[in-house]
T-cell receptor, first 116, second 111 residues
Framework: KAGVTQTPRYLIKTRGQQVTLSCSPI?????VSWYQQTPGQGLQFLFE???????NKGNFPGRFSGRQFSNSRSEMNVSTLELGDSALYLC???????????????FGSGTRLTVV | LAKTTQPISMDSYEGQEVNITCSHN???????ITWYQQFPSQGPRFIIQ???TKVTNEVASLFIPADRKSSTLSLPRVSLSDTAVYYC????????????FGKGTRLHILP
């Protein structure tokens, strides 16, 4: 079956612009999480969506936002881009099983965002 | 999520068995232990998960002692392509809705 698809794969933006990244989860997965990865900070949790509702949010400024559609596809938006927003943005989906306790997430290959 | 401690980096040679140990002294009763592998510029990949004793799949084995305060990921006969960062995660998905990644262990396989 198809994995988690993230588009675009690479993106170059200018400071002050905004950007929208897209994530299509594995079919049937309703939970989508977003992460930012930089060499200095490692993998940092941005937010998680489940059934179109944001369920968890990491410690990022309000310039970072997201949403999830009824087909579970998710988008994240970063407004007023800063040089420090240059990073690999990763999306992960999971199949929630009540009582499963599992962290069996599937990650996409990410979107490499460069802010110049 | 329980706090985990793992070595920052490890070196090994092709064909060797590699064991990466993760300490998690405050693991809770319902917590699972999960390992991910990440190659440069790719997303982490789920390797193996366990609750107690030993779990084995086609990629690795996971050894968990009776007190569950540590776990060891074992990679048999590594190759150069096993060079990656390995993350140990401990938690209960029903309680903690997000994964918090630590720094991981950077494994470097030498020819």
């Amino acid at each position: 079956k198809a994995g988690v698809t993230q588009t675009p794969r690479y993106l170059i933006k200018t400071r002050g612009q905004q950007v929208t990244l897209s994530c299509s989860p594995i079919s049937g997965h309703r939970s989508v999480s977003w992460y930012q990865q930089t060499p200095g900070q490692g993998l940092q949790f941005l937010f998680e969506y489940f059934s179109e509702t944001q369920r968890n949010k990491g410690n990022f400024p309000g310039r970072f936002s997201g949403r999830q559609f009824s087909n579970s596809r998710s988008e994240m938006n970063v407004s007023t881009l800063e040089l420090g927003d240059s990073a690999l943005y990763l999306c992960a989906s999971s199949l929630e099983i009540a009582g499963g306790g599992s962290y069996g997430y599937t990650f996409g290959s990410g979107t490499r965002l460069t802010v110049v | 999520l329980a706090k985990t401690t793992q070595p920052i980096s490890m070196d090994s040679y092709e064909g060797q068995e590699v064991n990466i140990t993760c300490s998690h002294n405050n693991i809770a009763t319902n917590d699972y232990i999960t390992w991910y592998q990440q190659f440069p510029s790719q997303g982490p990949r789920f390797i193996i998960q366990g609750y107690k004793t030993k779990v084995t799949n086609e990629v690795a084995s996971l050894f968990i002692p009776a007190d569950r305060k540590s776990s060891t990921l074992s990679l048999p006969r590594v190759s150069l392509s096993d060079t990656a960062v390995y993350y140990c995660l401990v938690g209960d998905r029903d309680r903690d809705d997000k994964i918090i990644f630590g720094k991981g262990t950077r494994l470097h396989i030498l020819p």
